[in-house]
């Protein structure tokens, strides 16, 4: 029954799923229309927002079966005696509509949850499962969706010969507006546009145009935007040309200690057709670390609504600057665990790290 979980381990399982619960059919609360009332006018009308909150979420037939189970539950006496037949219980009718409800709600989430495990493995064939081999370049990264599928991106693969026939490699860190099915259905549009587009000889800045184009055509008018770091790796020259289209700046630590941000480049993908953006190259020396991250590892929050913060991640990187590539990426993860505990992840989580060898 408890698949082997201890106590504390099921009553945080059920902390968990109460805390989502309660996030979802509030968002269909008006606690403001409440103010100025009294207090138990207050509950009684948060109560009935809550309730049609939840019986707007059932199909129409089990809304009539939810209410009727109802009624028979509250009926007063609760039994109805005939001559010719046994007392029957209204109250033992009730719980039995009761429970055909919740046998009729399970069923849909197998089949969804069937369903989005289908999904998830599809999802995980788009992204790489191993880094490739950079010359030059450690590399690891890692993602946890929120739900069953996720909204980040991440890929790195060799795009083509540069000016002097040498191999150069694209990387990509990108981050979908939202969450699970629509999200990740976004992704996989993101992931084959990039995949076809980085085919055509172009500068990196023409290929964040192109991509910005096509996020338009399936961005329901920019409700679905996508923010993404997309780079260009030259081995030879150990340089590193790159475009920021309004996601979380990644932080490029020098050998000596040092820190910098790569924020060029332009809006998130698919808000504006014509939106211009502008690439910046830098150049990497040995012992430097690349950090690409989304914006699910900053705002992990731990039981007391605190954010992990960009100042906990910069810590992290300083700690593990001798590691090499999986361990820091190990380190990191490991220290955003124990921030935030047994607190629901609410946002997908990506990080890639790059440590120029």
């Known amino acids: 029954m408890t698949e082997g979980l201890e106590l504390n381990q099921l009553w945080g399982q059920f902390q968990s799923e109460a805390k989502a619960s309660y996030r979802l059919y509030s968002r269909d609360v008006d606690f403001d229309r409440t103010k100025g009332v009294t207090k138990g006018r207050r509950y009684l009308d948060v109560a009935k927002q809550f309730f049609w909150a939840f019986i707007e979420k059932l199909s129409p037939a089990r809304r009539v079966l939810l209410l009727v189970a109802v009624i028979l539950i509250l009926w007063p006496g609760g039994q109805s005696n005939q001559s010719n037949s046994p007392a029957v219980s209204f109250h033992f009718l009730g719980g039995l509509l009761m429970f055909l409800l919740l046998v009729l709600e399970v069923a849909d989430r197998v089949v969804m949850k069937r369903d989005l495990q ?13 880094p490739p081999e950079v010359p030059g370049l450690e590399i690891a990264f890692a993602t946890r969706p929120a739900n069953t599928v996720a909204g980040d991106f991440y890929d790195m693969f060799p795009r083509g010969a540069g000016e002097g026939g040498d191999k150069r490699y694209l990387l990509a860190v990108a981050d979908v507006a939202g969450k699970s099915i629509p999200a990740a259905l976004l992704m996989a549009t993101f992931q084959a546009s990039l995949r076809t587009l980085s085919d055509v000889p172009c500068s990196l800045v023409d290929l964040a145009g192109s991509m910005n184009r096509y996020a338009c055509k399936n961005s329901q008018g920019g409700l679905r935007f996508t923010t993404a770091v997309l780079g260009e790796y030259d081995p030879a020259g150990k340089t590193l040309t790159y475009i920021n289209a309004g996601h979380n700046a990644p932080m490029l630590r020098r050998r000596a200690g ?38 699910g590892v900053v705002e992990a929050i731990d039981d007391a609504d605190v954010e992990y913060g960009e100042e906990r991640l910069i810590a992290q990187i300083n700690a593990g600057a001798d590691f090499p590539a999986r361990a820091m990426l190990s380190h990191i993860m490991v220290n955003l665990d124990t921030f935030v505990g047994n607190t629901p992840q609410h946002d997908d989580i990506t990080c890639m790290v790059l440590k120029v060898t």
């Open 118 to 130: 289908i999904a998830r493995e599809i999802q995980a064939w788009l992204l790489p499962s191993s």
């Open 258 to 295: 040092t820190l910098e941000r790569l924020e060029k480049g332009g809006v998130p993908l698919g808000i504006l057709a014509d939106a211009p953006y502008e690439a910046e190259t830098v150049s990497l020396e040995s012992g430097d670390w690349l950090v690409i991250f989304t914006d």
